[in-house]
């Protein structure tokens, strides 16, 4: 097993609600010089999501902002949490990694999953209820092609003839798998190289089912996103951007993001999403706590990440807490890790 502490990284969607409205440019060129910053902080990746078609300009492009931020950075890792796969023509989709993974140096993870927005998949063209095929297609289709194949794909939803997709990655990216369900951490478990998750509870659901499919515990690599407000005073700033987290919450409620018979109605107000748990508010004592814990219990974790700012939230306010997390928590848990036994 691997004894290198996990990295940390930045989560960007860059959202634009209407009631908070700023120069959309501007958020993205800042939050860019934000991530180029946080790398000489020591983060140590940058994560990008993506929806279509939203009021607040939840980002419709990623793969461009990755292009952008392998080119501002050095080091850092840049990945796609997540790129919904069957929005996408698979063939394409493997075609503009492999770009990225040369022009960054190898720098590059691609994060799929199944999406759940109905108003995207009907606009483009597809079916909601064919996510689970339309992932599991798109997958094979992105391995094959990183592999030069010449061999012609016959799936349920895609065929190409037996032509070679060019040119081929010299690193070949991680083919990472956002799950938060138990037959998505399956999947991801099944036939990807890593699961992203949104729930820490998740980790041991991911290694029983990498333990299932016959996998590698010691090969396992969990990349785990953090709902958690990491502050000197985290009351304090949690009342200065609560506002800001109610909105993103019940916003994903809205769209459908929580599946299954546990689906939360929308949350009244920022004291409900605390009584809910669905976010956490920690000092840095407590912070580097848990992520130790969960680093020791759990050593398949490579990457711990935090949004980086919440929707329509200051990208000033946002570096205060990575600056924060610089400072007190990242360097402590690597110092805790490397001291382990």
């Not at 069957?86 to 989709?93: D, F, I, M, N, S």
């Not at 109905?118 to 992105?142: M, N």
């Not at 109610?246 to 916003?251: A, I, M, R, S």
Request: charged share 20%; aromatic share 10%; with cysteine.
């Amino acid at each position: 097993m691997t004894s290198n502490a996990p990295t940390f990284g930045l989560w960007y969607d860059f959202r634009n609600p209407a009631q908070w409205r700023q120069p959309l440019g501007a958020l993205y060129r800042d939050s860019i010089d934000q991530a180029v910053w946080a790398e000489q902080l020591g983060f140590g990746s940058a994560w990008l999501s993506e929806h279509h078609f939203a009021e607040d300009d939840y980002a419709s492009s990623p793969l461009t902002v990755a292009a952008a931020l392998g080119a501002r950075t050095t080091t850092m890792r840049i990945g796609t949490n997540i790129v919904v796969a069957g929005l996408h023509e698979p063939v394409r989709l493997a075609e503009d990694a492999a770009a990225l993974s040369l022009m960054s140096g190898g720098r590059f993870d691609l994060g799929v999953g199944l999406g759940y927005r109905e108003a995207e998949f009907t606009a483009f063209g597809r079916r909601v209820k064919q996510r689970p095929s339309l992932l599991e297609d798109s997958i094979a289709v992105i391995r094959r092609a990183w592999s030069g194949s010449t061999e012609p794909f016959e799936g349920k939803r895609f065929a190409y003839p037996g032509l070679p997709v060019t040119p081929l990655p010299e690193v070949t990216p991680r083919l990472l798998i956002g799950a938060q369900s138990e037959p998505g951490i399956d999947r991801a478990a099944r036939v990807g190289d890593g699961v992203i998750t949104l729930s820490n509870d998740h980790c041991q659901v991911y290694l029983d089912a990498v333990r299932r499919h016959g996998g590698n515990l010691d090969e396992a690599r969990i990349y785990a996103s953090q709902w958690a407000i990491v502050a000197e005073d985290p009351e304090r700033v949690w009342a200065q951007i609560s506002d800001h987290v109610l909105y993103q919450l019940n916003k994903y409620i809205e769209w459908g993001s929580f599946e299954g018979p546990n689906q939360p109605s929308q949350f009244a107000d920022a004291q409900a999403v605390l009584d809910a748990g669905a976010y956490r508010l920690m000092d840095a004592s407590m912070a580097v706590d848990e992520l130790v814990t969960l680093a020791t219990t759990y050593p398949q974790i490579r990457d711990f990440h935090y949004w980086a700012q919440y929707p329509g939230e200051s990208v000033e306010s946002g570096s205060a807490r990575i600056q924060y997390l610089a400072d007190k928590v990242i360097p402590e848990v690597t110092r805790k890790l490397a001291d382990r036994p």
